[in-house]
């Protein structure tokens, strides 16, 4: 490879044209996203085009500036408040992506050192905003963000509004002190912000008013929130405060590390940074950064990663700062949750309550580690209200385990001949018309026998949330309606009555061999659906509710009507207003279950389902005392039963009062073994405890009592 300096004027132009072309591309994002608090791509993409920058300065320093966004932080302070200018320069952090970047820094600071080892501090790295906070005689007197690293805006009238920034110190704090801090949204208190402005809005646009933009996320929010010109409308704001750092002190009587400052700091009455942890080596503060990176949602606020500091403040002043950043900190920075990529097409899927619901097929694009292809546009309005259209180039957000959400299109890369999207006039799967329900703004498929509905429908009634049917997927529900083995959730509990049919079907049955010859027949996997099946008889009134799938009936109002109306047909033949006096029900869900029940069709699936044997009435224990002999024992069931089905022997003994785990302990009562029963059995042995066989279980099952008089025989063989 050749170096940059031996290389050619012309290649020195054109990296002199990219350089001021970055240049300008990174302080217009800059001021978007720290003046205008809207941010046009992803902080990823922001990184990589400083990352550019960077290495080009590097490789023509001839270039360098010292006005260039690499020297400076953030954007210039904006006009509206006063400026401030900082005792102390607002640093900005060096990133590292990997445990290589990570120990490479400590290996550097090493060098520089010149010795191996010394302790660490890691905290959380909150995404908000930099904020320094001086206090005279125990009162805050100057509230400052961090504009350029050099000045920022007076905000001390808001900061004095936020209730978790102290006014009045407690203790006894030095007289004239600067920290600093990060300010943030909680995460849940961000989410209800934007639901309160969603709804404000639906008043604006209904007086004719212009609406109010959503916030994109907590971190802008948090940013637009102090940067009010109002200070009481940033008091009604869900803000909160995480101090991270002394910025200066006039006296000499600050702790030795850092450590200890935080600990010092927090007796002033500070929230410092929440799960700061001090770690000996740097083998350990990595750990605790991969441990991060696993559990970075666990957080009631948003991190962007994690901030590893020299605990020794005496280390800390030897190793000092290079640009805008310390030697003696560094960012580790978790994988982007938020990327850029291309809405290939908008298509639309049909939900279990005939909703339409649109959603974008992408460029696959790696967002929070996580390959992404698909991501949900909830419904027309929505996709209107964010104007997104085919072909956009759109910032995308995964957070947590959720399904990736569209934040917002990037309106300079739209395409000349883009158009905005409609919803298809027909169902993608029957080809009914779409009709809109002007009470939630879904569109919804005009047929209610259509097969997406049906399909959907099924999946719910297995799904955990519901009757807990494991073995009954998306895919097998598709096989079973398309042989028309079912045609609804009450056929499910005539499946075991078609045990050989189900064993013929390949990806269910057994293979084997029979005069040479290979066929299908039922087999394990369908003996645990049966058991499964037979099992969710017994699941119960609430979750019964809600597989049901009544519009708004789930898992918490289904317990709540559950307990007040004890049976099936009792809620179902409620009058509505009964159904909404319970509380934590209400109207909207009372008329949800009222209009159901007006459907004739939904009382012979009722009836079918009773018919089968599903518990449709709650086990009143206060009421009618259930006998429960079992109480107390616990037993785990392993091997094959001829009699029963393990869940259904479970369900039975569970009926009975007993628990039924799934490993062996030494709170194990007692291992019910059938034939080929493997680990568990020999986990029983070595642990000493009682194992019985199915003649037992089928007779315990008739006559509990005997478990106690087996379990005292048992004693003395055990003692020899
Ligand atoms: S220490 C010299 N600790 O991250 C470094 N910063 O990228 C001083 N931040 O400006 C910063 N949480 O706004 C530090 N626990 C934490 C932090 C944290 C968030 C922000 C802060 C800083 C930026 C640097």
Same mark, same amino acid.
């Given at each position: 490879m050749s170096?940059?300096r031996?290389?050619?004027d012309?290649?020195?132009i054109t990296?002199?044209d990219r350089?001021e072309?970055?240049?300008?591309?990174?302080?217009r994002?800059n001021h978007?996203?720290?003046a205008q608090?809207?941010p046009?791509i992803s902080?990823a993409?922001?990184?990589?085009?400083?990352?550019?920058?960077?290495?080009? !300065?590097?490789?023509?320093?001839?270039?360098?500036?010292s006005?260039?966004p690499?020297q400076?932080?953030?954007?210039p302070?904006?006009?509206?408040?006063a400026v401030?200018?900082?005792r102390?320069?607002?640093?900005?952090l060096?990133?590292a992506f990997?445990?290589e970047?990570?120990?490479?820094?400590q290996?550097?600071a090493?060098d520089?050192l010149d010795?191996?080892?010394w302790?660490?501090?890691?905290?959380?790295?909150i995404?908000g905003?930099?904020?320094a906070?001086?206090y005279?005689?125990g009162r805050l @007197?100057?509230a400052?963000?961090?504009?350029d690293?050099?000045?920022g805006?007076d905000?001390?009238?808001?900061l004095r509004?936020i209730?978790?920034v102290?006014?009045e &110190?407690e203790?006894?704090?030095?007289p004239l002190?600067?920290?600093?801090?990060?300010?943030?949204?909680?995460?849940a208190g961000?989410?209800?912000m934007n639901?309160?402005?969603?709804?404000?809005n639906e008043?604006?646009?209904?007086?004719?008013r212009a609406?109010?933009?959503?916030?994109?996320?907590p971190?802008?929010?948090?940013?637009?929130?102090?940067r009010?010109?109002d200070?009481?409308v940033?008091?009604t704001?869900p803000?909160? $405060?995480?101090?991270? %750092?002394l910025?200066?002190c006039?006296?000499?009587?600050?702790?030795?590390?850092?450590?200890?400052?935080?600990g010092?700091?927090?007796?002033?009455?500070f929230l410092?940074t929440?799960?700061?942890?001090?770690h000996?080596?740097?083998?350990?503060a990595?750990?605790?950064c991969e441990?991060w990176? #696993?559990?970075r949602?666990? %957080?009631?606020?948003e991190?962007?990663g994690v901030?590893?500091?020299?605990d020794d403040l005496g280390?800390?002043?030897?190793?000092?700062?290079?640009?805008r !950043?310390?030697r003696w900190?560094i960012?580790?920075?978790?994988p982007?949750q938020?990327a850029?990529?291309?809405?290939e097409?908008?298509?639309v899927?049909?939900g279990r309550?005939g909703t339409?619901?649109?959603?974008?097929?992408l460029?696959?694009v790696?967002?929070?580690?996580? %390959?992404?292809?698909?991501?949900t546009?909830?419904?027309?309005?929505?996709i209107h209200?964010?104007?997104?259209?085919?072909?956009?180039?759109?910032v995308?957000?995964?957070?947590?385990?959720v399904?990736?959400?569209v934040v917002?299109? @990037?309106?300079e890369?739209?395409?000349?001949?883009s158009v905005p999207w409609t919803?298809?006039?027909t169902c993608p799967v029957c080809g009914f018309?779409t009709?809109r329900?002007?009470d939630?703004?879904?569109h919804?498929?005009?047929n209610?026998?259509?097969?997406? $509905?049906?399909q959907?429908?099924l999946?719910?009634?297995?799904s955990?949330g519901?009757?807990?049917i494991?073995? &009954?997927?998306e895919?097998?529900?598709?096989? &079973?309606l398309?042989l028309e083995?079912?045609?609804?959730?009450?056929?499910?509990?005539?499946l075991p009555?078609k045990?050989? @049919?189900?064993g013929?079907?390949p990806s269910?049955?057994?293979?084997?061999?029979?005069?040479?010859?290979e066929?299908?027949?039922a087999?394990?996997r369908i003996?645990?659906? &049966?058991?499964?099946?037979e099992?969710?008889?017994s699941?119960?009134?609430?979750y019964l509710?809600v597989?049901?799938?009544i519009r708004?009936v789930g898992?918490?109002?289904a317990?709540?009507l559950?307990e007040?109306f004890g049976?099936l047909?009792?809620?179902?033949?409620?009058?509505?207003e009964?159904?909404?006096?319970?509380?934590?029900?209400g109207p909207?869900i009372a008329?949800?279950?009222v209009d159901?029940?007006m459907?004739?069709e939904h009382?012979?699936?009722?009836?079918?389902?009773?018919?089968?044997g599903?518990?449709?009435?709650?086990?009143?224990?206060d009421e009618?005392p259930v006998?429960?002999?079992l109480e107390?024992n616990r037993f @785990?069931?392993?091997?094959?039963f001829?009699?029963m089905?393990r869940?259904?022997? !479970?369900?039975?003994?569970k009926s009975?009062?007993a628990?039924?785990?799934?490993?062996?302990?030494?709170n194990?009562?007692?291992?019910?073994a059938?034939?080929?029963?493997?680990?568990?059995?020999?986990?029983?042995?070595?642990l000493g405890?009682?194992?019985?066989?199915?003649?037992?279980l089928v007779t315990?099952?008739q006559?509990?009592s005997l478990?106690s008089v087996w379990l005292? #025989?048992?004693e003395?063989?055990?003692?020899i």
């Open positions: 170096t940059p031996a290389s050619g012309a290649e020195q990296a002199r350089v072309q970055l240049r300008a591309e990174i302080l994002h978007l996203y720290h608090n809207s046009e902080d993409d922001f990184d990589a085009l400083f990352a550019e920058l960077q290495r080009l !300065e590097a490789d023509f320093p001839e270039l360098a500036s006005d260039s690499t400076t932080v953030g954007a302070p904006g006009r509206t408040f401030v200018e900082h102390r320069r607002m640093l900005s060096g990133n990997d445990a970047e990570l120990r490479g820094w290996q550097r090493a520089l010795r191996e080892e302790a660490f501090v890691t905290e959380p790295k995404d905003l930099a904020i906070l001086v005279e005689r @007197v100057q400052a963000t961090r504009g690293g050099r000045a805006e905000v001390t009238a808001n509004a209730e978790a102290p006014n &110190l203790g006894d704090p030095p002190f600067e920290v600093r801090g990060e300010v943030y949204m909680p995460k961000f989410d209800a639901a309160e402005i969603a709804l404000a008043e604006r646009l209904a007086e004719g609406a109010l933009t959503l916030y994109a996320n971190r802008n929010a948090a940013a637009g929130s102090v009010q010109k200070a009481s940033t008091a704001r803000l909160n $405060i995480g101090i991270y %750092q910025g200066w006039d006296e000499a009587i600050t702790p030795d590390t850092h450590w200890e400052t935080l010092w700091l927090s007796e002033f009455g410092t929440p799960e700061a942890a001090r000996d080596d740097i083998d350990n990595l750990t605790a441990r990176t #696993e559990r949602d666990t %957080q009631a606020f991190m962007d901030v590893v500091k020299v280390l800390q002043a030897d190793l000092g700062i290079v640009g !950043e310390p900190a960012a580790w920075k978790f982007p938020e850029s990529t291309v809405v097409r908008i298509l899927n049909v309550t339409i619901n649109p959603y974008a097929r460029r696959p790696r967002v929070g580690g996580v %390959q992404v292809t698909n991501a546009l909830h419904n027309l309005d929505d209200r964010k104007d997104i259209r085919e072909g956009d180039t759109v995308i957000r995964r957070a947590g385990e399904i990736p959400q917002r299109p @990037v309106l890369r739209r395409p000349e001949s919803m298809p006039a018309d009709v329900d002007a939630d703004a879904m919804y498929c005009s209610r026998s259509c097969p997406a $509905i049906l959907r429908s999946e719910h009634f297995a955990r519901a009757m807990d494991r073995g &009954l997927g895919r097998q529900i598709a096989l &079973l398309q083995l079912v045609h609804d959730a009450a056929d499910i509990y005539t009555g045990r050989e @049919v189900l013929r079907i269910l049955g057994q293979k084997v061999k029979r005069g040479g010859e066929m299908y027949e087999g394990k003996e645990n659906l &049966l058991g499964a099946i099992a969710s008889k699941r119960g009134l609430a509710l597989g049901l799938g708004h898992g918490e109002n317990t709540l559950a007040e049976s047909d009792a809620i179902l033949l409620a009058p509505r009964a159904l909404a006096d319970v509380d934590g029900v909207i008329q949800s279950i159901w029940a459907d004739g009382w012979s699936l009722v009836h079918r389902l009773q018919a089968a599903v518990e449709d009435e709650i086990q009143r224990t009618e006998e429960t002999p107390g @785990v069931l392993t091997g094959r001829a009699e089905t869940p259904e022997a !479970e369900a039975r003994l009975l009062g628990g039924v785990g799934s490993s062996v302990s030494k194990t009562t007692a291992l019910f059938g034939d080929a029963a493997g680990s568990k059995r020999k986990k029983a042995e070595a405890l009682p194992i019985w066989d199915e003649d037992r315990v099952l006559d509990p478990v005292t #025989e048992a003395p063989s055990e003692a």
